[in-house]
Every structure is written in C-alpha cells, then in structure tokens.
C-alpha cells in the first residue's frame, strides 16, 4: 500500500491509537507517526513498543506540520484538546477522530477548526474492553465497519484518502448522518452496555447474599456482560452524557418492554413470552441468513435448526 499521509498526529495513546498505529505500520499508511499523551509514562510505553516515531508533551507540538490529526480520547475532552490545537493545525491538513458519539464531536471540534482544515468526524466499531497504549493490535479493525460523518461541503479527495486510509487498516467504511449515526449506536452499542453495567451491578449486590456463586456459576451470557462492564469508566460516561437524548429515548422503549415481559412472568401469560421469543429469534435468523454476521458461530447454520 501507498503512504497516504506523510505525517498522522494521534492525539490520545489509548486502546484505538496503538491500534491505529500498528494497523498503519503493517500496511505502510504512514510516513511518520507521532502521538501525544498527558503522562510521560504512556508516551514512554508508546515509544518502546514502537507505535510512534515521536512523542509529544502537548498536543499543539504535535499537531506541527501534521497531514493528518486524529482524536483517540474520551468524547469529553475533545473540546478542550481542539480549542489548543487549532491555531497549529498546517494547511490543508486532515482533522478527525474515532469518538463514539458523533453530534456532540462535530460540536466540540467543529467550532476550532480553521479555513482550509478538512474536518472529518470518524467512529471505528471495533474495540475491547482494555485500555491504553499496551491494548492495541493491529488487527482491531479487520472487517469491521468504520462509519465517517462527513459534511455536505467535505473535499472529496480528503474524503477519499481518509477511507482509503480505513480500508488500509482492515475496515469496511460507510458514511452516514451524525444524528442518524447516534441513534444507531445507541441502540447498538451503547445502551446494550448500560444494561450489562447495570446486570453486573445486580449480580454484585446478590453476590454480598451468595457469596461468589454468582460468578462462579457464571454461564456465558452473564460472563459476556461482565467482560462488557469492565470497559473504561470515563470512555463510557462521556458517551452517556453526549448522547443523552438518543440514549433516553432508547433506553425508554426498553423499560417500556421489560415492563410488558415483567408482566406476563407475573401473570403466567406463556404465550407472550413464546410469541416475543419467537420474533426475536427470527430476527437474529434472518441477520445469519443475509449473512450480516459471518462471525457468529452459528453463521450458515440457521436454516438447518
Ligand atoms: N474502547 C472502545 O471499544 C472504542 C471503540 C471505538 C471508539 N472508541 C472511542 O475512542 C476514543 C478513545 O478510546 P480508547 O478506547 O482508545 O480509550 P483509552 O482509555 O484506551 O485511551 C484514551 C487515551 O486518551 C487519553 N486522554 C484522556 N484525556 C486526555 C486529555 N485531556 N489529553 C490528552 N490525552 C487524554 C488517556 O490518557 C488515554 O491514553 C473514545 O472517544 C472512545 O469513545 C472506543
Ligand atoms: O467489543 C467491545 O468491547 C465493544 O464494546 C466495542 C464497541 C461496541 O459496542 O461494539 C464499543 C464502543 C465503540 O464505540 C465501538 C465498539
């Protein structure tokens, strides 16, 4: 593969920067790669195993002559991390972000952006439930979707580049319109996480009358929902505070039906719950059979059950 940029600035040395990085460094993406991190220890660790050519203490110092920035940290602070770096962002530059919520990315880093910069919101849908510059691997983003936000008046040729940067390092790429892509993820991504913090919340409480029977005797779903609920507290407030509104509204239709099977446990009402289970289970048949999830284990399988 071509170098696409001579130079990226990862601002931000965490889970989906080292990531990044090493998904640049395996298909040869990028010139350079230099990375700023807050602790003189991250960009130590960043250093060592290679993922940057150079380390940063400020953000402003590594976004010089930078073709391409990009935000790898908690939506929360985007704000912040814009407001210093736009007056040192080089003409013509490529500005984005991997940030999981997209509206209130476009608020916080829009508004610092110079004439000339191409802004470009991103969302890689990849990602564990670790953390910092020793969680990357190069393979992260192998076959799955990356969604970018552009504007009605994105360049083209940025566009383009920063896509064919996102299939460069193994990712499907879309586009889509950040509200659109809020309300999606919020019934994808980030509700479904509440409910395991909060599932894992109860267990925890019954624990105290259990003792450890709870995880002991863990089957595989609970086991998931844990592995869920260890993912980064901070990472996972921000997103709740800056995608209030779809959440609610998510979060909402979901009481709304846990109530109606609450309901139907209670007054022994069988044929509810069948019928629920029964459409539930075809939807996830019919998600197999568009093949929609070739890594389910089940994938070509659910026309014989
Ligand atoms: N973890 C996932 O599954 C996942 C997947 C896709 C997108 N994202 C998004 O990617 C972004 C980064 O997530 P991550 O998983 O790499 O997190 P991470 O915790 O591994 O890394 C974030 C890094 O940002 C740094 N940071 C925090 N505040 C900072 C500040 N003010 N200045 C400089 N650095 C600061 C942290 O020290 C940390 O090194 C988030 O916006 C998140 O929503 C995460
Ligand atoms: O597999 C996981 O650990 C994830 O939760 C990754 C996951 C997701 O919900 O799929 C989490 C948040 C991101 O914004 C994108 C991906």
Not at 27 to 41: E, F, K, Q, T
Not at 222 to 237: G, H, L
Not at 248 to 265: K, V
Request: negative net charge; contains cysteine.
């Amino acid at each position: 593969m071509p170098v696409l940029y001579d130079k990226v600035a990862l601002i931000g040395l965490g889970l989906i920067a080292s990531s990044m990085a090493l998904a640049m460094r395996r298909a040869g993406l990028a010139g350079s790669i230099v990375g700023h991190a807050r602790s003189a220890d991250t960009r130590a660790v960043a250093l060592e195993l290679g993922l940057i050519d150079a380390a940063c203490a400020t953000a402003a110092e590594c976004v010089a002559d930078a073709d391409l920035v990009v935000f790898c940290v908690p939506v929360g602070v985007m704000d912040a991390l814009a407001a210093e770096v736009g007056p040192h962002l080089a003409p013509g530059a490529c500005v984005t972000d991997v940030g999981s919520v997209k509206q209130a990315v476009i608020a916080a880093i829009g508004p610092h952006m110079p004439a000339g910069v191409h802004f470009i919101p991103g969302h890689p849908l990849a990602g564990t439930e670790h953390s910092g510059p020793r969680a990357g691997f190069a393979e992260l983003f192998d076959k799955r979707w990356c969604i970018l936000t552009p504007m009605e008046d994105t360049d083209p040729a940025a566009l383009t580049r920063l896509q064919d940067l996102w299939k460069g390092m193994g990712a499907y790429v879309d586009q889509m319109d950040p509200a659109h892509h809020d309300l999606v993820l919020a019934v994808t991504s980030h509700t479904p996480h509440l409910i395991a913090y909060t599932m894992v919340g109860v267990a925890d409480d019954l624990r105290r009358v259990t003792d450890s029977e709870v995880i002991k005797y863990s089957a595989a779903g609970f086991r998931d929902f844990t592995r869920i609920a260890a993912s980064d507290p901070t990472m996972w407030r921000d997103v709740f505070l800056t995608n209030k509104d779809a959440t609610l509204e998510i979060l909402g239709r979901f009481t709304e039906e846990l109530f109606a099977l609450q309901r139907a446990i209670r007054r022994g009402d069988g044929d509810h719950l069948h019928e629920y289970f029964t459409r539930t289970r075809a939807i996830r048949r019919s998600i197999i059979e568009a093949g929609q999830d070739t890594d389910a284990p089940d994938f070509g399988r659910a026309k014989v059950k």
